[in-house]
Every structure is written in structure tokens, then in C-alpha cells.
């Protein structure tokens, strides 16, 4: 059984920071590639991130290039998500995924995710 945790949401001024956390348990964390979604109110689940199983390769959703950063400690089984010059926008239930057949490639498909966090709201203000 494999449990994800996120933790580090807030409400967060446009222009400022959040680090998200994602701690992982009940598999090994290294075999995985890992992924960040979000979901805003009335929407459908976006793909933001991913990133391979050392952090080889990552992918980004082209409305967050350069603004976030995905990166991985795979000895305290904990994928990050560092936010800056966030935006209204960002606004959203943050979800972090592990998918379970992929290591050295990411995919930003949701279905390709079978392992998911219960959401950590994100809420950015003008």
C-alpha cells in the first residue's frame, strides 16, 4: 500500500513563495517517477510537474515554466514542489502522484498516476 502526504499550502500574497512537500511511504520511493497536479474549483485536474526517479528528468506545464521547480530526496522519500512568483491563477488543491510504471521518463498524464495525496490548498491573493 503506498500513502502519499502533501503538506506546505497556504494563502500566499501574488508575487510570493510556497515550498510544497509530498512524503511517501509503503514503496520505494527511488523506483518511481513522481508528479504535482492541481485542481481549482469547477475544473479539471491540471498536470504541473513531474520528475524522473533521481531527478534525471522533469517536465513542466507551460504556464508554471521558470516560476516552479520540482525536485526529489529520495532518502527521506519526499518530492518537492518550490512555487515563486505565484499568481491568482495557481490557485488550486495541489495533489502530488506516483506513477507506477514509469522511472527514468515522466508522463503528464493523470491516468499514468495510480498513487495519490489527499490535496493541499494553495490559495493565492491579488
Known amino acids: 500500500q503506498v500513502q502519499l502526504v502533501e503538506s506546505g499550502g497556504g494563502l500566499v500574497q501574488a508575487g510570493g513563495s510556497l515550498r510544497l512537500s509530498c512524503a511517501a511511504s509503503?514503496?520505494?520511493?527511488?523506483?518511481?517517477?513522481m508528479g504535482w497536479f492541481r485542481q481549482a474549483p469547477g475544473k479539471e485536474r491540471e498536470f504541473v510537474a513531474a520528475i524522473s526517479w533521481n531527478g534525471g528528468s522533469t517536465y513542466y506545464v507551460d504556464s508554471v515554466k521558470g516560476r516552479f521547480t520540482i525536485s526529489r530526496d529520495n532518502a527521506n522519500n519526499t518530492v518537492y514542489l518550490q512555487m515563486n512568483s505565484l499568481k491568482p491563477e495557481d490557485t488550486a488543491v495541489y495533489y502530488c502522484?506516483?506513477?507506477?510504471?514509469?522511472?527514468?521518463?515522466?508522463?503528464?498524464?493523470?491516468?499514468?498516476?495510480?498513487?495519490w495525496g489527499q490535496g493541499t490548498q494553495v490559495t493565492v491573493s491579488s
Open positions: 509503503g514503496r520505494r520511493f527511488s523506483s518511481n517517477a
Open positions: 502522484a506516483l506513477d507506477t510504471a514509469r522511472a527514468y521518463s515522466v508522463s503528464y498524464y493523470a491516468r499514468h498516476y495510480d498513487y
